[in-house]
T-cell receptor
């Protein structure tokens, strides 16, 4: 079955600390992988995406993610978190870049001053 | 960049009435639009996929007669929740895609049925 798992429902980090949000997927074909961020009551903003090539992808707002096929993972990282990064983060997988996506459960990021 | 506008952002309706939500691609022609539903503190669940000029494809478990989707043009798709009930209260988000360039999401619509 196709699925995306984000093991951490809620994460709290101190401002300036590093961040890693985990994402594991189960997908029959070569996956297209995405990370989105959602502020309360808002739509989704694309942080980054991976289709092929370099397994370390850079995104907006200083985020990066690494695709590890052997681990079926696509973890999101940021070296230094800012208070404005507090939001809900979703990992998603699709068969292509057409927009039909399967989302993980989401991880709520809280940033302490 | 590609902009998708969703309207209204919030709507409150009485139980038994119908409500229409619009999703517009403002600066591109969307070959495909998707409608998702998000319950509080939960993930997004795909409801249906619509292609311009053809009938929408609904995901398993989604009532097509309750959630009417129309994709009459390459820039507009509408979701109509018919005979709404309190359990239909949710956050509805659309996304639009073109030429396989990925999905661009609207701001979402908070529907409350009272």
């Amino acid at each position: 079955a196709q699925s995306v798992t984000q093991p951490d429902i809620h994460i709290t980090v101190s401002e300036g600390a590093s961040l890693e949000l985990r994402c594991n997927y189960s997908y029959g074909a070569t996956p297209y992988l995405f990370w989105y961020v959602q502020s309360p009551g808002q739509g989704l903003q694309l942080l980054l995406k991976y289709f092929s090539g370099d397994t370390l992808v850079q995104g907006i707002k200083g985020f990066e993610a690494e695709f590890k096929r052997s681990q079926s993972s696509f973890n999101l990282r940021k070296p230094s978190v800012h208070w404005s990064d507090a939001a809900e983060y979703f990992c998603a997988v699709g068969a292509s870049n057409t927009g039909k996506l399967i989302f993980g459960q989401g991880t709520t990021l809280q940033v302490k001053p | 960049g590609a902009v998708v506008s969703q309207h209204p952002s919030r709507v409150i309706c009485k139980s038994g009435t119908s409500v229409k939500i619009e999703c517009r691609s403002l600066d591109f022609q969307a070959t495909t639009m998707f409608w998702y539903r998000q319950f509080p503190k939960q993930s997004l669940m795909l409801m249906a996929t619509s292609n311009e000029g053809s009938k929408a494809t609904y995901e398993q478990g989604v009532e097509k007669d309750k959630f009417l989707i129309n994709h009459a043009s390459l820039t507009l798709s509408t979701l109509t929740v018919t005979s709404a009930h309190p359990e239909d209260s949710s956050f509805y988000i659309c996304s639009a895609s073109f030429r396989g360039m990925g999905a661009f999401f609207g701001q979402g619509t908070r529907l409350t049925v009272v």
